[in-house]
C-alpha cells in the first residue's frame, strides 16, 4: 500500500528542494511551516497598537489603586468586577445586575418552595446566574419521538417496579404526563403519568390514577443503567 501511495506522490527536481532549504535557514524569523510572519520589529509595533486600542485594566488592574478604577468604571453601563486579595470593586451597573439576580431567585424560591419536584416551574434566566451549589428541578421539554419513547419506557419500568413491591397491585400504563430534571443525582427524572388496574378493561372508565416516579437513568454507550428511588400514586388532594 505505501509503495503505491510513493508512486502517485510527483517530487521536486533535487535543486528545488536545496533552493528551497537555503531559502529557509537565511529566514528563519519569516516562515513557518510555510505560514509567512512579520518580521520582529513589525511585531512590537503591532503590539504597541494592540494595546492602545484594549483596555490595559484587565491585564495590569491589580496594580491600580481603587480609586482609579471608581473613577474610570464606576459609572460604566456596562457591569464590571475586579477581585484581587486586597480588595473587591464593583461597580454601579454591577451591582444593579446581582440585585435584579438576587430578586429574581427569591422569587423564584418563593413560588418553587410550596412545589414538589415532580411540579418544577421553569427557573428565570437571571436567576440561572445564582445556581453554584443549588440543586433545583426544572421541566423537562421533549425533543423528538425517541425522547419521548424514552420517557414511556422509563414510566413503565417504575411502574413494574411499584407492582413488584406492592402486593396485589396490578396495573398497567395509559400514558405519560410530563417530566422534570434535576443535576443531581446524574440522571435524574421526576416522571408523572398515567396507571389503571388490570382488572378494568374498560377504556372509557377514566379517570386513571395518577403515578408520580423519581428514576435515575444514565447511558454510556450501548450500557444502560436504570434505578427507581421511588414510586408513588399521587393523593387525589
Not at 413491591?165 to 398497567?172: D, E, L, R
Amino acid at each position: 500500500m505505501s509503495m503505491e501511495l510513493d508512486s502517485l506522490v510527483h517530487r521536486p527536481p533535487p535543486e528545488i528542494c536545496e533552493e528551497s532549504a537555503k531559502r529557509l535557514k537565511s529566514e528563519p524569523e519569516t516562515f513557518l511551516h510555510d505560514v509567512t510572519q512579520p518580521p520582529p520589529e513589525s511585531c512590537e509595533e503591532e503590539e504597541r497598537e494592540s494595546d492602545s486600542d484594549s483596555d490595559s485594566d484587565w491585564d495590569g488592574w491589580v496594580t491600580k489603586p481603587i480609586g482609579y478604577l471608581k473613577e474610570k468604571y464606576d459609572n460604566d453601563p456596562v457591569p464590571r468586577l475586579f477581585q484581587c486579595s486586597n480588595f473587591v470593586y464593583k461597580n454601579k451597573a454591577q451591582e444593579k445586575h446581582e440585585q435584579e439576580v438576587d430578586d429574581a431567585v427569591a422569587q423564584y424560591l418563593k413560588i418553587a418552595r410550596t412545589l414538589s419536584p415532580y411540579d418544577a416551574i421553569d427557573i428565570p434566566t437571571l436567576a440561572l446566574e445564582n445556581q453554584i451549589f443549588r440543586n433545583w428541578p426544572r421541566p423537562l421539554y421533549i425533543r423528538d419521538d425517541e425522547h419521548r419513547n424514552l420517557l414511556i419506557r422509563l414510566s413503565k419500568f417504575a411502574l413494574a417496579h411499584y407492582n413488584e413491591h406492592n402486593q396485589g397491585a396490578k396495573y398497567v400504563f395509559v400514558g405519560f404526563v410530563k417530566a422534570v430534571w434535576r443535576l443531581t443525582p446524574l440522571g435524574s427524572r421526576y416522571i408523572t403519568f398515567q396507571a389503571k388496574e388490570v382488572t378494568d378493561v374498560d377504556p372509557f372508565n377514566y379517570p386513571a390514577k395518577t403515578f408520580q416516579a423519581h428514576v435515575i437513568h444514565r447511558e454510556h454507550g450501548k450500557k444502560e443503567w436504570t434505578e427507581v428511588t421511588d414510586c408513588t400514586i399521587k393523593p387525589d388532594n
